[in-house]
């Protein structure tokens, strides 16, 4: 089946505009992810949905970034005002939790941003 | 607070030889820890996982990794490299393995193969 897709793949931005990153999971999955991965550096948790509830959002790195997932599936992480320090790759992933059973998270490929 | 260190950002070995990228962990709780390899322009993949049911964990592609408490290590291991080995891994620990919970990650470490 199809796995986690993000879109678009590639952004630049300048100073100050506003972007939206989307995330599209493997349909089904309950648990999403989104992680901010800079240049030669593991992937850091940004906020985490279980369904359409945003349970975790301590990873946000500041009140610019902005997470939804309305209706459960589709997720988008939103950046106001971009900085240059803003210039990372998001990556989604997603899994499917039952209780008392043990899931991967699938990752998508990931959104590279680059703010000038 | 739980974290993961990989010693070595950059690993090169020759072809046919034995792969050894480290990774050790420190956790409040036992922890669950996790290998994921990530080509150019892809998403992660996931290895293998340890889950406390067996020390010495199989994953694809060859790899294993075994989880020793008393070292609080994991560190990842492939008998004979391959060239379609070359790749960043990257060492991430969590509480639970539900796929509910959050990874953190280490830094990562480049595999480089020298034909």
């Known amino acids: 089946g199809a796995g986690v897709s993000q879109s678009p793949r590639y952004k630049v931005a300048k100073r100050g505009q506003d972007v939206a990153l989307r995330c599209d999971p493997i349909s089904g999955h309950v648990s999403l992810f989104w992680y901010q991965q800079a240049l030669g550096q593991g992937p850091e948790f940004l906020t985490y949905f279980q369904n359409e509830a945003q349970l975790d959002k301590s990873g946000l790195p500041s009140d610019r970034f902005f997470a939804e997932r309305p209706e459960g599936s589709v997720s988008t992480l939103k950046i106001q005002r971009t900085q240059q320090e803003d210039s990372a790759v998001y990556l989604c992933a997603s899994s499917l939790r039952f209780s008392g059973t043990t899931y991967e998270q699938y990752f998508g490929p990931g959104t590279r941003l680059t703010v000038t | 607070a739980q974290s993961v260190t990989q010693l070595g950002s950059h690993v090169s070995v020759s072809e046919g030889a034995l792969v050894l990228l480290r990774c050790n962990y420190s956790?409040?709780?036992?922890?669950?820890l996790f290998w994921y390899v990530q080509y150019p322009n892809q998403g992660l993949q996931l290895l293998l996982k340890?889950?406390?049911?067996?020390?010495l964990v199989k994953g694809i592609n060859g790899f294993e990794a075994e989880f020793k408490k008393s070292e609080t290590s994991f560190h990842l291991t492939k008998p004979s490299a391959h060239m379609s080995d070359a790749a960043e891994y990257f060492c991430?620990?969590?509480?639970?393995?539900?796929?509910?919970?959050?990874?953190?990650f280490g830094t990562g470490t480049r595999l480089t193969i020298i034909p």
């Open positions: 956790s409040s709780v036992p922890p669950y």
């Open positions: 991430a620990v969590s509480k639970t393995n539900f796929g509910n919970e959050k990874l953190t």
């Open positions: 340890y889950t406390s049911a067996a020390t």
